[in-house]
């Protein structure tokens, strides 16, 4: 059980094109807004559709992936590990963010 102590799968929709950034070192990072939805039955017996926002960060040949494949409303399966960090914002607050790091992306279908 060594494997999973800190892995996640989504399967969802990108809401935007991937942000790509070729950082100082020369690796190249790519930034991705994948949505997930979760529907059922509220009390009153209306359907409702509860939507969550996640960031997937992917580096090197993923990111080159991403890149030249990937686009607003394509439906990807993302496998990879969740990682806590703290920045300091262009204002200099300190913010919080959690982001799923990709080991691997399945493109499951393109937006028509």
């Not at 996640?8 to 790509?20: F, T």
């Not at 997937?56 to 394509?74: M, P, R, S």
């Amino acid at each position: 059980m060594t494997a999973i102590k800190n892995k996640v799968q989504l399967i969802g929709y990108l809401g935007q094109p991937p942000e790509i950034k070729q950082i100082t070192d020369g690796r190249k990072v790519a930034q991705l807004s994948l949505a997930t939805n979760e529907h059922y039955k509220n009390p009153e017996g209306e359907k409702v559709t509860d939507t969550q926002w996640h960031v997937i960060v992917a580096w090197g040949k993923l990111a080159d992936i991403a890149e030249k494949f990937l686009n607003k409303g394509t439906e990807i399966a993302v496998e990879g590990k969740l990682v806590y960090r703290t920045y300091t914002d262009k204002k200099g607050a300190k913010k919080n963010t959690t982001e799923i790091y990709a080991n691997e992306i399945l493109i499951l279908s393109k937006k028509v």
